[in-house]
């Protein structure tokens, strides 16, 4: 098979997924009728994202996991639909989905989204080894160290503005973390729970590698998490506040941070 016919079956591919998503949405609903009546919430998701959703992970990923215990506590009858996240938002924006998971909050998105109370965060967290005195009070104060990320990763605006910074571009965090368990690099960033994963995944190959590495306070740059409403339609509004009353009872009731655990998102 030609390289073209090759890419013309990949474009086909990938046009097929689109269009199938969106036929069963529109599929799942009369689009003049109102969800809330019908009783089931769309929910529109990032389709990959580790550790926060992963469909080949325990649970679906944490915040997956999250969000369905909250809407099952709730009452909320779901379905989830994963789509690539441009496509989410705008399917939620139409009216197409009722509502849209790990959603940073933005002036923006007010104009077409009721947000949820937080139920996680992104927090850019450096990790450096423990015999490592790394310490910055300000961006600048990091440029005295070699410091790894992902290739194209996107740590902060301010961040990447900061002259002088010696950044290593890695393939992978766990790659980032066996360099500084080596100490060949000072430290590495990204989100602290995908770094709390990778070391959980990491323990057959360095056993100790949760005590030897340490995060660097304060967090680098944190983007909370919320379920995003449409504002198309008002009955979303009751589910919203269902949902809300229902994160407070998971997180008061300690079943918040049991996920976190069996996640393998603590250090424990």
Known sequence: MSWLSRLGLLLLLVVSFSVSADSLISQTFDNNGSSANNHTLRLC???????????????GGWAVQVVDETLELAGINFQR?????????????????????????????????????????????????????????SLSDLTAYRIGLLRGANISPQFHRTEGLQLVPLKSVQQGLKLVYHQRIDGFVTGEKAI????????????????????????????????????????????????????????????YHQILEEQHLVNR
Not at 208 to 229: C, M, R, S, W, Y
């Open 196 to 255: 709390r994963f990778a070391m959980y995944q990491l323990q057959n190959q360095l056993s100790d590698i949760k005590t030897q590495l340490k995060p660097v306070a304060p967090a680098i740059h944190v983007n909370e998490l919320f379920l995003g409403f449409n504002k198309l339609d008002p009955e979303n509004t009751k589910w919203r506040q269902r949902f809300n009353q229902a994160l407070k009872q998971l997180m008061e009731s300690g079943r």
């Open 45 to 59: 998701t990032l389709d990959h994202w580790p550790p926060f959703v992963d469909r080949s992970a325990m649970k």
């Open 81 to 137: 639909f994963y789509v690539p996240w441009a496509r989410a938002v705008e399917l939620t924006q139409n009216g197409d989905c009722d509502a849209i998971s790990e959603l940073y909050h933005d002036p923006q998105r007010e104009l077409w989204a009721d947000f949820s109370h937080r139920y996680g965060e992104l927090s850019m967290t450096l990790f450096t080894h423990v015999d490592h005195n790394l310490k910055f009070d």
